[in-house]
């Protein structure tokens, strides 16, 4: 079995909104915060030995779910544009590319680049409107 990512920290925990978990033992889990008014996806992950059964698209219709209930209009996410499991697959599911970020979304992308994600590949945020 693949390692999830380690466990947040007391301040990254402090930031979710909301958690959906998918499966017992979890199979996969998404992290949900509010940023400017939205929900945004700020984690979606599957365990690779569950992958293609449909627990992202499951955990991203649930997630969209919870934002419609929260009287949000839209979803946001930041991730890599041009992987395929990434951009693509939310491309898929509604989201479009955003050119112009609020102000929190510029926040999160500035610290993705202090971070150094946007080595590994084009990042870019997304928004899926409700």
């Not at 992958?51 to 419609?68: C, K, N, S």
């Not at 970020?101 to 680049?113: K, S």
């Amino acid at each position: 079995m693949t390692d999830f990512p380690p466990p947040a920290t007391p301040g990254q925990r402090a930031g979710a909104w909301r958690v959906l978990v998918e499966g017992s033992p979890p199979r996969g889990f998404a992290v949900l915060e509010l940023v400017d008014g939205a929900v945004h996806l700020e984690q979606l992950s599957v365990d690779p030995a569950h992958g293609r059964q449909g627990i992202g698209a499951a955990l991203l219709a649930g997630a969209v779910d919870q934002a419609r209930e929260h009287g949000a209009d839209r979803v946001t996410l930041c991730t890599y544009g041009d992987v395929a499991w990434n951009g693509p697959f939310y491309a898929r599911h509604g989201f479009v590319e955003l050119a112009d970020l609020t102000p929190g979304l510029a926040a999160l992308r500035a610290h993705e680049v202090e971070l150094g994600l946007d080595r590994y590949g084009r990042r870019t945020a997304m928004v899926r409107r409700l």
